[in-house]
């Protein structure tokens, strides 16, 4: 498809300018909001993270042969600190149920203890 020059003006459109039309804004919002959401975790938990941006332009046959559909989304893999994940042990038992005693360690017979006035009766 060869240019013409009332096709454009040479100038390569800047991409930040594109990405803030993609869905109306949706997208660069949604960036935005990823970004600061990766920053804090990155500063709070010390450990690395990032985005990534996936823009796709497609033909839009129908609609003559100059007219694109852009479309992007994008992914944040977000630091998680030590404590994000807590962790319990437990057991299994032969039939698979998970207890927080282990069903091979015998059980003490444990008791209370007395209470004030039977302890000094």
Do not use: C, Y
Not at 45 to 55: A, C, D, F, N, R
């Amino acid at each position: 498809m060869p240019e013409t020059p009332e096709d454009d003006d040479g100038q390569v459109r800047p991409f930040a300018a594109i990405l803030a039309e993609i869905g109306g804004g949706r997208l660069a919002a949604r960036l935005s909001a990823q970004l600061a959401e990766l920053t804090t975790a990155v500063a709070s938990t010390g450990k690395k993270g990032q985005i990534t941006l996936t823009v796709r332009v497609e033909p839009m046959r129908k609609a003559g042969e100059h007219a694109v559909m852009v479309t992007g989304s994008s992914t944040a893999k977000v630091p998680e600190g030590e404590d994000a994940a807590p962790a319990s042990v437990f057991f299994a038992t032969p039939s698979g149920v998970l207890t927080r005693d282990d069903p091979r360690q015998p059980q003490l017979p444990l008791r209370g203890l007395p209470t004030g006035k039977a302890a000094n009766a």
